[in-house]
């Protein structure tokens, strides 16, 4: 029974409502710092680069299940109430992350490894194609007037808290056993830590309540009225997607892909490279609510046009830069400098969407709008960086693919704040 009458502090409901979005971005992004043990245990080749292609393949396919999640759970959501739908949100991801935790590998059952390891992916995809959004939106509705960027920044600042805490564990992990251990399945270790912290964090977000504008609607729309209002505000959602392209691919760039370049292309150490990732975590936290309070000062789209024209100006010569000159030292400077750049648009951006999407659709438009950008963009960012950069020659290409990237989210931007795309009834 959702309780409504006890009052909760701000506080408490933003660590209660962001928990879930920990755990499901924790195991997301495991996925892409160990992707060359996943690779070896999963997807065996007599290529390094086909086994990887596999891996990044396979992590990218969870992601084409987003956008059915996001209508499906996003309708639920928007009809029956925003706490029961993150509690479900909850429940199947954590099914997805044990069966990558536990499945034996391919040398053990063969076929069936790589198998089930999709299916475990695709159940995530499913789950959080309306995780961001059901947060999102969960935290727009119970912020304080005036400071709407500030809460809703803090969607994205707690999946920054699990990159600093995969980052970290990673570190420990790697100086503490052998490389040999980790390779066999010292690896499955972070997953099993993660299954550990599922119980906790679903007692934590079982004590949520409903968001007091939610139960102020007169009117839940049925499952047929929300799609019958998708399909009227189509151009709005493939604006929105086209906003959240850039926060999508410059944040599994600078992220999830960030071990594995500096692994296989900069030739760092995978210490290094984690500790790199970490810093990235903690750069990106925070930025995003000092963004996030900006915006609720000076407007949403002037910081989206600023760092979104940054972008598409310096992220290929930002790593063209580093390429030429290879250090630890310096792919630091580069991998922060591209994290102020994700971290400054999206502290204006999530709460925008959340903001130009109607109401009776925020849910449900939100998520198809993040998951379609992550779906078709940003999930297969370390796919195509792997592909770019084995193609071309040219170990900077990714910076072309962020640079893409920033300037739909330019566009977008224009869009939506000179009027040329509006909701509509």
């Given amino acids: 029974m959702t309780a409504i009458n006890k009052p909760q502090s701000k506080l408490s409901t933003v660590i209660r409502v962001t928990s879930g979005n920990f755990i499901e971005m924790y195991d997301f992004f495991l996925f892409g710092f160990y992707a060359t043990y996943i690779s070896k ?47 479900l949100t909850l429940g199947i991801m954590a099914t997805g992350t044990a069966m990558v935790a536990f499945i034996p590998s391919y040398a053990t059952i063969g076929l069936f490894a790589p198998l089930l390891v999709l299916v475990g992916r695709l159940l995530q995809g499913f789950s959080a194609g309306v995780e961001l959004g059901g947060v999102s939106v969960y935290l727009s509705e119970m912020a304080t007037p005036g400071r709407k960027g500030f809460y809703v920044s803090m969607q994205s600042a707690s999946q920054q808290v699990a990159v600093i805490f995969s980052a970290a564990l990673g570190y420990i992990l790697n100086e503490s056993l052998s490389k040999e251990f980790i390779e066999d399945w010292g690896w499955r270790i972070p997953f099993f830590i993660g299954c550990l912290i599922v119980p906790v964090v679903f007692h934590i977000r079982r ?72 810093f990235i975590g903690v750069s990106n936290l925070f930025w995003l609510p000092v963004m996030g309070a900006l915006s609720d000062k000076i407007g949403r789209w002037p910081i989206m046009g600023l760092f979104s024209g940054l972008t598409l100006l310096t992220a290929y010569p930002a790593l063209s830069w580093l390429v030429a000159n290879p250090s630890y030292e310096n792919m630091l400077v580069v991998e922060l400098w591209l994290s102020f750049l994700y971290a400054g648009y999206n502290g204006a951006t999530i709460v925008a969407l959340t903001e130009i999407i109607p109401m009776k659709i925020r849910t449900t438009g939100f998520s198809l709008a993040y998951s379609l950008a992550t779906a078709l963009f940003g999930g297969f960012t370390p796919l195509v960086s792997t592909w770019l950069i084995e193609t071309t020659g040219d170990k900077a290409s990714p910076g072309y693919w962020m640079a893409m990237a920033g300037g739909m989210g330019l566009i977008a931007t224009i869009l939506i704040y000179k009027g040329m795309v509006k909701a509509r009834d």
């Fill in 207 to 278: 004590s949520l309540q409903e968001t007091e504008e939610f139960l102020a609607k007169k009117h839940h729309p049925s499952f047929k009225e929300i799609m019958k209002s998708l399909i009227n505000n189509w151009p709005l959602v493939i604006a929105g997607m086209m906003l959240i392209v850039m926060t999508t691919v410059s944040f599994y760039l600078i992220t999830v892909y960030t071990p594995t370049f500096g692994k296989s292309v900069m030739q760092l150490s995978i210490v290094d490279s984690l500790l790199i990732t970490l």
């Fill in 41 to 87: 245990a999963f997807f065996p080749s007599d290529s390094e680069y086909a086994s990887l292609m596999l891996t990044f393949a396979t992590f990218g396919a969870g992601f084409l299940m987003r956008p059915l999640g996001a209508i499906l759970l996003g309708g639920y959501i928007d009809r029956i109430g925003r706490r029961k739908g993150l509690v």
